[in-house]
């Protein structure tokens, strides 16, 4: 699956066009792990967002008893988002549960450069996360 195509299977980046997906893919990076690797552990400054492109990672929740494994990721989904937001400590750790995945990454400062040379990439996928992190931020209330 090429990149733009992955792109375009995210809701992070609906709405764009095709030329906006080609920019915005040749910024990402892309990264093969082995079963059990971290991509980045609870705690770390964000400063990425990860598309899982080949293969599953877990996301996992490290407390003083015990991890809890929140969830799974495959193709086309994503993980750190909040990083492209701010460059707070990552809450929660994502690491490979299958040999060979392959994760394709982009770095906020990247990110935001081509944000500065095509603001409407930069409206689009900051409203995409907003929309996505409302929905969340909903549903975590209406369970309690």
């Given amino acids: 699956m090429e990149l733009v195509k992955l792109l375009r299977s995210n809701e992070l980046f609906a ?5 906006q997906f080609s920019k915005l893919a040749m910024i990402f990076e892309e990264r093969t792990y082995n079963s059990g690797e971290s991509v ?4 770390d400054k964000g400063d990425r967002l990860y598309l899982v492109r080949e293969g599953f990672v877990e996301v996992v929740a490290e407390t003083a008893s015990a991890d809890k ?6 193709p086309g989904q994503s993980v750190g988002e909040i990083a492209l937001i701010d460059q707070g400590a990552r809450s ?9 995945a392959i994760i394709a990454s982009v770095g906020r400062a990247a990110f ?3 944000c500065e040379s ?6 689009r996928v900051m409203r995409n996360i907003a ?5 969340k ?3 975590q209330t209406l369970k309690k």
């Fill in 137 to 139: 931020l909903r549903h």
């Fill in 118 to 123: 095509d603001t409407a990439i930069g409206y």
């Fill in 69 to 74: 494994a929140l969830v799974q990721l495959g």
């Fill in 131 to 135: 929309a996505d992190l409302s929905f």
């Fill in 40 to 43: 980045f552990s609870q705690g």
């Fill in 92 to 100: 929660a750790s994502v690491r490979a549960i299958t040999a060979g």
């Fill in 112 to 114: 935001e450069q081509l």
């Fill in 15 to 19: 709405g764009l066009t095709e030329e």
